[in-house]
């Protein structure tokens, strides 16, 4: 249920029998978020410097970004209604525009100089004073304007990261064009040939060099080239028909992201911008670049959206925290502050749709998942997602995003990246203890001090219906052997078998873990012969079953304060003790279900066979046949 401090309007079940969400939840809720963020303007506005953890970039920049991303949401907010809005909101903003570049008002802004993180804040300032021009721009004082042009022509001429960054040069320096200020055309031309660099197929990019997947695809690489062409116009030429092309492409699969419920699948990272995974949705119904019939891309937004409003987001302050649902500095980055998460404003994009668009017109469409049990390959990225009608549950597999540079540079992981899975109902362990020891959703070999090796670089070998596969190295402390790790992923229903063929020296311990369960209280947990799981008070179960090759002793891992979902945590895992060395096969089923879990009678219907082969020592070549209690079969 939607927390009472948040006043929003009753709920539509006619028009919106999923989520019961209209316009005017999306209109309500953005005034809650620029409520929320008023009491801690500067006294010019130029800066919102919310309570919170400070980033890398310190307290000015901090309190900069506080006024570019909420003028983002501002500026939607203000354009969808056509400027009918209360004037204090216009007012608020425009005075932080000229407080914000003026350097004698005591709360400038700094400066744009190379890589710096004004540049990442610049870009959302330079789209809002575009949606905004009739209410903003256009009524500034003359000098103002030229204050607010000399600070924008920083990004003229220099240099940004190669990544996504790039694109916030483009769109600044466009915003420039269209006031008839100075402005490098090559600036402009060079991120968008860079970005070419970077799509690899299918609608995905990589963001920059490597193989770097996440929702940065969508509220970044997909997002910023349109919003770009919104602002040239006609100037865009073919290039806008191009990313209109490819973000239909992109969006073909993207609805296999969301559960049941609404929530994205937690994988990648800056996952404090939370409901911003929807703000490709908007711009697919914005630029008609989508499949989706209207109702489906309301559905999937609201119900995002809705999600959070259901968990406690934003708080009771109204503010949006550095987290998941609490704060959770874990699942953050460095860069992050305590206004971070306010990119969150992307999600509100579709307000610039007017209120008659077919899109908050239209009756609300069911997701996929709601309709039946989905598979969907995605040879790109190197995932397979699966999601289960019955309980909502969306799973990602990951067999090709680690977020690492192209070797030979040297590669390092992340656990919003190096996990075998991910899901919309489960995150990764992420604080620094429970990441050292890397048991969740992660096939590690352990020496006899705990110390576990890791998946750094993942190598994609392929990904097609219901199988992906891919190989990693893994290395051991005081051994310079490259031991060779290839795990294939096998999908039936909400079941994950995942067959490993792992190099190993004698005496290490291989082991293996499922889905991290993080909640309230504490989770019930249970082992038995060659398996453990824990169970949520909702009924949420995650599992770890050892099919092949495992010990009979399998156990749990609680923590606390290690999840983005909740303090308490457990993760069952399977082990394989005194390895003798060489190659051997380890086969699991992993599980991660709403329904009653019942270890011992799956490891009694599930069979599986090596082709004849017995022992551990020199498996790796053998094919391996699991058969089901449905008469499936399944080979790797």
Known sequence: MTAPYLQLPPTDRLLSPRTGWTRAHWEALADVLLAGVAPHGSPGFAQYRLPGRTSWSGVVCDGLEGYARTFLLAAFRIAGAGGQVDPRLIERYAAGLAAGTDPASGEAWPKLTDCSQQMVEAASIAIGLHETRPWIWDRLDPGAKERVVDWLSGFVGHRTWDNNWRLFQVVSEQFLASVGAPYSQADIDGGLDRLEDWYVGDGWYTDGDGRNFDYYNGWALH?????????????????????????????????????????????????????????????????????????????????????????????????????????????????????SPYWASKAFLGLLLPPDHDVWTAREEPLPVETADQYTALPVP?????????????????????????????????????????????????????????????????????????????????????????????????????????TTSLLHGPWEIRVHRVEAPVGITVREGGHALGCRQQPVTATGPCWALARRSDGLTSAAIGLYGWDETAAVDRDIEANAYGPHSAVPFLRRTAHPGGSSIHVSLIVLSGDAVHPQEIREAVTVSLDGAEGLSGEGDRTVTVRFPDGTVLRS
């Open 223 to 339: 997002l910023y080239p349109l919003l770009w062409a919104r602002i040239a116009g006609e100037e865009s030429g073919d290039r806008a028909k191009v990313y209109q092309e490819r973000l239909n492409a992109f969006l073909g699969s993207y609805v296999h992201f969301f559960g049941g419920d609404g929530a994205p699948v937690h994988q990648g990272r800056s996952l404090s911008y939370r409901y911003a995974a929807t703000a490709p949705i908007w711009l697919g119904a914005l630029t008609g670049a989508t499949p989706y019939p209207p109702g489906l891309s309301r559905r999937l937004a609201s119900g995002a959206v809705r999600h959070f409003t259901e968990r406690g987001v934003p708080d009771e302050r109204g503010l949006l925290t550095l987290g998941w649902y609490d704060t959770f500095l874990p699942s953050t980055q460095p860069y992050s502050g305590p206004a």
């Open 382 to 486: 190197g995932w397979l997602l699966h999601g289960t009608r019955h309980d909502g549950i969306v799973r990602l597999v990951n067999h090709g995003s680690d977020h690492n540079p192209p070797e030979p540079a040297k590669a390092d992981d992340d656990p919003h990246y190096a996990k075998l899975a991910y899901s919309t109902h489960t995150a990764p362990q992420s604080a620094p203890h429970a990441w050292a020891r890397a048991v969740d959703n992660h096939i590690a070999l352990v020496c006899a001090d705990g110390t576990a090796s890791r998946r750094t670089r993942i190598h994609p070998i392929a990904v097609d219906d219901r199988r992906a596969a891919s190989w990693h190295t893994a290395r051991v402390p005081g051994d310079d052997t490259d031991y060779r790790i290839e």
